[in-house]
């Protein structure tokens, strides 16, 4: 008995040794490693001091917000840009947007990233051509727009929209550093091919943004990007200018707008006295024109959630706003080029002043009830809005005191 006893315990053993194992899925864990990193990370972390900016009281203000009471232009529903320093091209896309609307009664979402595209491919040639010694960002001016289009055409957002399948909102900030470093390195190495360093930049957007099309078919009909322009659009470009009023250069001539983002230099802005840029963004409003416009939007009185502009009386009384004022900032650096927007709209208030309803593609119009919304007081605009696009039908009397 005891014999066969221990034979079958000896078979048992061997079943078990010849039994297959699995295997599965599972996420990993090191709760030891955990507890570690978080020990770390907590003896390591810096204390974040609590960044305040100084803004005005706006309790108990009451400002003419109600959307509803401002004479309307037609214009497409406010976008966001994301992360990127794009606003010259939304604001500016959009502007054309309402120009097809009045001119042709057409209604068309026109793409701003393809825009940025051409124009960072722009930039990176002048920064090749001129040996680095060119600025290179994500910033431009309206009229880039304008200069873009006529070399490469126009898209609608519908065929190229610069997002790539699940991506909810724009980001250019990898896609820039990496274009940045890549002209970086060109420069260092004395790298200069122009073609080669031009297909390397196309590449890095190609891959972040999207590759814009050569062709495509929009509402049953194929166009390239040129003819979509000229057959769709319908634009004269030649009829839009850029008006300026600084007292750096001369009034009543053609001068260039002195700031980075005009990397190209360009001279053509009409410089007008700033009682006439203001003449000329009131009457083309009471005509039912909208502008492109752009400026600083960095003050004391520019609250996203108020969804305002205005000038305190702490910074300026209305009645000071002058040319003289209007240069002291832009010299001193307080009043910068930082943002294109769209003005779609306006009222007056008690005192006959006007409030323009400005469309604003930034993530501060995203923080109010009136989603991708401002509303500017005309002191805002006097004191801090630089330049303006506009139709030439405005501003013939102006353009005729040109030489």
Not at 302 to 328: C, G, K, L, M, W
Request: proline share 3%; charged share 25%; glycine share 6%.
């Amino acid at each position: 008995m005891k014999k066969i006893l221990v034979i079958f315990v000896v078979f048992a053993v061997a079943q078990i040794s010849y039994s297959q194992d699995k295997g599965q899925f599972i996420q990993p864990k090191n709760e030891f490693w955990e507890k570690i990193e978080k020990s770390l990370a907590e003896f390591h972390k810096v204390e974040k001091e609590e960044k305040t900016s100084f803004k005005m009281d706006f309790s108990g203000k009451k400002y003419p917000t109600d959307i509803t009471k401002y004479k309307q232009f037609w214009h497409t529903s406010p976008i966001s840009q994301g992360n990127t320093g794009t606003c010259w091209s939304f604001s500016t896309s959009s502007y054309y947007e309402s120009e097809v609307k009045r001119l042709h009664g057409i209604e068309v979402r026109i793409s701003p990233i393809y825009n940025a595209y051409w124009e960072y491919v722009e930039k990176a040639k002048q920064f090749i051509e001129k040996r680095g010694n060119s600025y290179f960002s994500q910033g431009s001016e309206s009229n880039a727009v304008e200069r873009v289009w006529r070399k490469y055409g126009a898209v609608p957002t519908e065929v190229y929209s610069g997002l790539l399948n699940g991506q909810e909102y724009h980001d250019h900030t990898a896609m820039f550093a990496e274009m940045e470093s890549y002209l970086n390195s060109i420069k260092a190495n004395n790298s200069w091919n122009e073609e080669e360093n031009i297909a390397t930049i196309k590449a890095i957007m190609n891959h972040y943004i999207g590759t814009p099309p050569e062709k495509f078919t929009y509402q049953g009909k194929e166009y390239t990007p040129k003819s979509f322009l000229s057959d769709y659009l319908k634009l004269n470009l030649d009829d839009y200018v850029e008006v300026l009023s600084y007292m750096q250069k001369p009034y009543w001539e053609k001068v260039e707008y002195q700031v980075p983002d005009n990397w190209w230099h360009n001279s053509d802005y009409y410089n007008v006295p700033l009682n006439e840029f203001m003449k000329i963004i009131k009457k083309s409003v009471d005509n039912g024109y909208s502008i492109c416009i752009g400026g600083d939007v960095s003050e004391a009185g520019y609250e996203s959630h108020a969804e305002v502009a205005v000038v305190p009386t702490f910074d300026i009384p209305s009645e000071y706003i002058d040319e003289n004022a209007r240069q002291f900032r832009f010299s001193n650096g307080t009043t910068t080029d930082d943002h294109g927007i769209h003005i779609v709209g306006y009222t007056k208030d008690e005192q006959g002043k006007y409030w323009f309803l400005i469309k604003d593609s930034g993530s501060g119009a995203q923080n109010g009830t009136n989603i991708g919304y401002y509303f500017y007081h005309e002191d805002y605009v006097k004191l801090k809005m630089m330049g303006i696009t506009i139709h030439k039908d405005m501003v013939k009397d102006i353009l005729n005191k040109f030489e």
